[in-house]
Every structure is written in structure tokens, then in C-alpha cells.
């Protein structure tokens, strides 16, 4: 795994590296196998991440949208993951609609849901076998609890290990999400981190030693680059 942190002084200059980076890996999947495939994060940090995107130039028809979570909400309730993506970016670029492939949120329960996706993404992969697809970028953030994507701390999404998708749980809520050995199967993982509150868990996810289930961004150690881009009141303690 190549680790790579980064703290850069405000949040515009975070979205602008985060940005060049997304770009940056868009370019060389494109040119290597013809399609770029990205997971994305809700919350709010990602979202002028997302505005712009929506004011680039790109050769849409080849980028794949996938989501690393979603909230079990209809894909028009405010608090959907899809609903701010779709306001931000891609309602306004030319994407092929068959390119966007949001979580199914309208299933009978939340298992049905997940394991709908899961068929979903190994169809669009033609990955059967035991090893997992790999997705050129998978966009994270962190809570201020250490959690990302929607496994929290000390929940059974954390024990997963045999699917690329399970159903989380946040204050008895469910959520769709993607498990963490999918995550580690990216070709890059990067994570954007904004805000004073985050910096006691960030020290916890750095510590030579803490413990996983307390603080489950440490469980992301992708096969390929590891990205943790954060903003100076996150990054703070860890400037040298």
C-alpha cells in the first residue's frame, strides 16, 4: 500500500488537490482501460467537490458513477447521498444515465437492498470469482467517531469480509454500504477530511496501535494508493 497524507490550509485548497488527484486518476484509467469508475462519499465536505467536477470537460460517457453508501431514504429525501450528488454534478453534465448506478433504496428491507447492489456490481464488473473488482477511485470521508462509508464503530458491518456490500446501521437507521475489503480492493481510496472535530479520531486512525472496531477508518489499507487529504484544522497535529 503507498500512503500518502496531505494537509493542505483551508478547504478550497482541499477541494482544488482533491480535484487535480480525481483527475489526475481519471486520466491515466481512461487511457489504460477506457472507462473510469468512481465510489462516491456523501456528507457535506464532498459536495464543492462534486460543484467542480460538474465545471470540467470531461469525456463523460466513459466515467462510471457508484456509490461507497447510501442512507435507506428514497433517492429524492434530502438526506439521500445520491439526491446531493445528482444537484451538484451530475444533473448538470451530459453523463449517460446507464453510466450512474445509484443504491436501490426501494427494496422490501435493507439485506435485499445490499445484496441487489452486490449483483449489481459484480455484473457490471463480470467478476464471479473470489477476487474483488477493483474500482479506480473510492472517495471516503471520516466522522468525527472515525467512521467512513457507513461502517461505524462497533456495528456486524465491520465483520464482513465475503461481500462487497452490507447493510449498515447508525442509531438503529439502516444504510446500504460498501464493506470494507471492497474498499481495499480501489486502485486509489481517498479520503477528505475537513474540520477541527475530526482530530482526536484522526489521531486514533494514525496511532501505531488503537483498536479497528473503535475507529473503523483504520480498516481501510487498500491494495493500491491510500490518499488522506485533510484541511489545516484537521490536519493540524499532524504538520510537521
Known amino acids: 500500500m503507498n500512503k500518502t497524507i496531505e494537509v493542505l490550509p483551508d478547504q478550497p485548497a482541499l477541494v482544488a488537490r482533491a480535484l487535480e488527484l480525481i483527475l489526475s486518476k481519471l486520466e491515466t ?15 457535506s465536505t464532498p459536495k464543492p467537490l462534486y460543484e467542480a467536477i ?26 439521500s447521498n445520491e439526491l446531493m450528488a445528482r444537484r451538484a454534478w ?42 474483488f473488482p477493483s474500482l479506480d477511485v473510492v472517495l471516503l470521508g ?14 456486524e458491518a465491520l465483520k464482513v469480509g465475503d461481500r462487497l456490500v452490507t447493510v449498515g446501521n447508525k442509531d438503529e437507521n439502516p444504510r446500504i454500504t460498501f464493506t470494507y475489503p471492497f474498499i481495499n480492493s480501489a486502485r486509489s481510496v481517498i479520503f477528505v477530511v475537513a474540520g477541527a ?12 496501535v ?23 484544522a484537521a490536519g493540524l497535529e499532524l504538520q510537521h
Open 197 to 208: 472535530n475530526k482530530r482526536p479520531a484522526l489521531a486514533q486512525v494514525f496511532a501505531p
Open 29 to 43: 484509467a481512461i487511457e489504460q482501460r477506457g472507462q473510469f469508475t468512481i465510489a462516491l462519499s456523501g456528507g
Open 90 to 131: 451530475l444533473d448538470r453534465v451530459d453523463i449517460p444515465a446507464a453510466n450512474i448506478h445509484p443504491v436501490p433504496t426501494l427494496e422490501a428491507n435493507p439485506e435485499l437492498a445490499a445484496t441487489k447492489y452486490e449483483q449489481h456490481l459484480k455484473e457490471y464488473f463480470n467478476s464471479s470469482g473470489v477476487e
Open 210 to 232: 488503537a483498536d479497528d472496531f473503535t475507529y473503523p477508518s483504520r480498516l481501510i489499507q487498500p491494495q493500491g494508493e491510500l490518499w488522506w487529504l485533510l484541511d489545516a
Open 54 to 79: 460538474a465545471n470540467q470537460k470531461l469525456p463523460w460517457d466513459k466515467i462510471h458513477i457508484f456509490w461507497g453508501d447510501e442512507r435507506y431514504v428514497p433517492a429524492d429525501h434530502p438526506d
Open 142 to 155: 471520516m466522522g468525527d467517531d472515525a467512521h467512513t462509508a457507513s461502517l461505524f464503530p462497533h456495528t
